[in-house]
């Protein structure tokens, strides 16, 4: 059974947990996503003095540096749960409560959170802003990192401190002292929303924003510093789940055959495609400057379809969008966790927790996207839990 590492979230085999989702003040609402372990007060140092940062580095804003217009780039809102590892505090709000928290937040907040499971994904987002800066000086066509976070705003100069420390290039917060955010995605003009919150992802997709829940491997395998690598699965993530429908209903000789009479049928559109719009958008002004070949965005469809017996249609979806897809994998129904294994993305959408699991067992930061059919066939399994 695939184990993935409770921090800063849990996995089930085969199932996320429903959550009860009450008001938090870390980074999302407040979930079961644990199991409860006796409190240990010492171990949290509650009644220590604060620490100091030990090898701040001096963040580094080069002069002229503008924010670009929400409308003008394409943004990303990353929960501070997932950005950082904050299961320590969390413990401390759900065991103690919000006063015991606030206390500890302050008594800690020169010392930095460790980097969470969206972390090599911002920190790729930045070093792609760095060449689109020098190709285009001007342009607002970039990049936007928005820190969510239900936090009361006194935790915020913990979470400046950690940015700084990690020499993060964010500037926006919005700190929602336990609100619900999704307004302020939407007036955000939010391209992609990565939450440990499913309920909160689910409500992003509710209103027609691209968002996923996030979850962090036991091992996690090592990615590019030089380029972004983005791979999606296909039905009900980049796709409707038309297509998922049938195979569900009826099998998979009746899907096939479904495809093959609708090959010139063009696929409705997924949750993520215009966040994979996006990407195209930025891929092409470096094509424009000659670039192609040294791209640092790359983009991937990994899918369970068969290439010759229901590939076209996908394909023709894609083509007619106008979207180019750098590398596509048609599976066969043949596990995915190996080859992500070589692509090494930074992160892999799937509607499917099936996916996301052997994602994880092979070391691949997977995000999953709640839509669709397969949300009714997820069987309930027990919980695997890596301590």
């Known amino acids: 059974m695939v184990k993935m590492s409770l921090d800063p979230v ?112 911002v920190k790729a987002l930045e070093t792609v802003n760095a060449r689109l ?65 499913a309920d909160k992802v689910r409500e992003a997709l509710a209103e027609g924003i691209a968002a996923a829940t996030m979850f962090m491997p036991e091992k996690m395998t090592e990615v590019s510093e030089s380029q972004l690598r983005v791979a999606f699965d296909g039905d009900a993530v980049l796709f409707s789940d038309e297509s998922e429908r049938i195979f569900k209903a009826h099998g998979l000789d009746k899907f096939f055959e479904h495809e093959r009479e609708h090959e010139d049928t063009l696929l409705d559109h997924g949750p993520l495609k215009g966040f994979l719009e996006a990407l195209g958008k930025l891929q092409k002004k470096f094509y424009a400057k000659g670039q192609r070949l040294d791209c640092p965005i790359r983009t991937y469809l990994v899918t369970a379809r068969s290439a010759a017996s229901s590939g076209i249609r996908a394909l023709k979806t894609l083509r007619a969008w106008g979207l180019e897809i750098d590398e596509a994998l048609f599976l066969a129904g043949a596990p995915k966790g190996p080859m992500l294994e070589k692509i090494r993305p930074h992160i892999y959408f799937d509607d499917q927790m099936f996916h996301v699991e052997g994602a994880a067992e092979m070391g691949t930061i997977a995000a999953h996207v709640p839509y669709g059919i397969a949300q009714n066939h997820n069987p309930k399994k027990n919980t695997s839990l890596s301590k």
């Not at 342009?139 to 705003?153: G, K, P, Q, W």
């Not at 420390?165 to 990565?194: D, Q, V």
């Open 10 to 121: 849990q996995v089930m085999s085969g199932q996320v947990k429903e959550l009860k989702v009450a008001p938090s003040s870390n980074g999302d609402s407040r979930g079961s996503w644990e199991e409860k372990e006796e409190f240990n007060q010492d171990c949290l140092g509650l009644t220590t003095k604060p620490k100091s940062v030990t090898g701040r580095r001096a963040r580094k804003v080069e002069g002229g540096v503008f924010f670009p217009k929400p409308e003008n780039a394409v943004t990303i809102a990353v929960s501070s749960r997932v950005l950082f590892r904050t299961e320590r505090e969390q413990k401390v709000f759900e065991q103690k409560g919000v006063e015991e928290y606030l206390r500890y937040q302050i008594e800690h907040e020169n010392e930095p959170f460790s980097p969470g499971p969206a972390f090599p994904f």
């Open 133 to 197: 800066r020098e190709l285009y000086p001007q342009s607002e066509e970039l990049f936007d990192i928005v820190l969510v976070t239900y936090n009361h705003a006194h935790v915020g100069i913990r979470l400046i401190n950690t940015i700084n420390h990690h020499n993060l290039f964010i500037e926006r917060f919005c700190m929602t002292g336990g609100s619900s955010p999704i307004g302020y995605l939407k007036a955000w003009h939010t391209n992609l929303y990565l939450s440990a919150d």
